[in-house]
């Protein structure tokens, strides 16, 4: 009942703020892969969260297993707002959350003290399925989950990434990279 409490109490504060306005513009694989320093497969290893100047931050560590675009040691740590510090749970839309054994595609931007970030949240992250009867490894954006509302149509509508080959993502990195454009 206290972690209601909590929640609601958040809620509400954030409603006061105007959090509840924000928007953020779409971004393309092209438009991503130019606003990351680092594109990289990545397999997630471990969690942890903890209060930092008020504020908890959940800290995931990943083993990079190929380089797509820039430079990034062998393991990498992922710094997110939210998490579950004790009984407290701080949850930010927009914010992926990783289990360890997952692997993703990370488009990543470097932040103080040597973590990174994820470019555009979930919209920069991309989760791989490997189809146990054929092998083939598939990616679903974060955002595929969420509905966009259009306010030309006055409609929602699903947008992101659905169940692509892993090549075809792979592809267009490498096309915006080399400044090719789009390789659909």
Do not use: H, Y
């Not at 470019?119 to 189809?131: A, C, L, N, Q």
């Amino acid at each position: 009942m206290k972690m209601r409490r909590i929640g609601i109490a958040l809620l509400a504060a954030l409603a006061g703020t105007g959090a509840g306005a924000t928007s953020l513009e779409r971004m393309s694989v092209e438009r991503m892969t130019a606003a990351a320093p680092v594109v990289a497969r990545v397999r997630c290893v471990a969690n942890t969260a903890r209060w930092e100047k008020g504020e908890i931050w959940t800290f995931t560590t990943f083993e990079v297993e190929e380089r797509w675009k820039g430079q990034a040691p062998e393991r990498i740590e992922v710094k997110q707002i939210g998490g579950r510090a004790g009984p407290v749970v701080s949850i930010v839309p927009g914010a992926p959350r990783f289990r360890p054994g997952e692997e993703a595609v990370l488009f990543l931007e470097p932040r103080a003290g040597g973590a990174f970030g994820v470019t555009g949240w979930s919209e920069g992250t991309f989760r791989i399925r490997r189809d146990a009867r054929t092998g083939i490894e598939s990616v679903t954006q974060d955002t595929a989950a969420s509905s966009v509302f259009d306010p030309q149509t006055r409609r929602f509508r699903a947008e992101g990434i659905r169940a692509v080959p892993l090549e075809r993502l792979r592809a267009r990195v490498t096309a915006a990279k080399n400044g090719m454009g789009s390789a659909r």
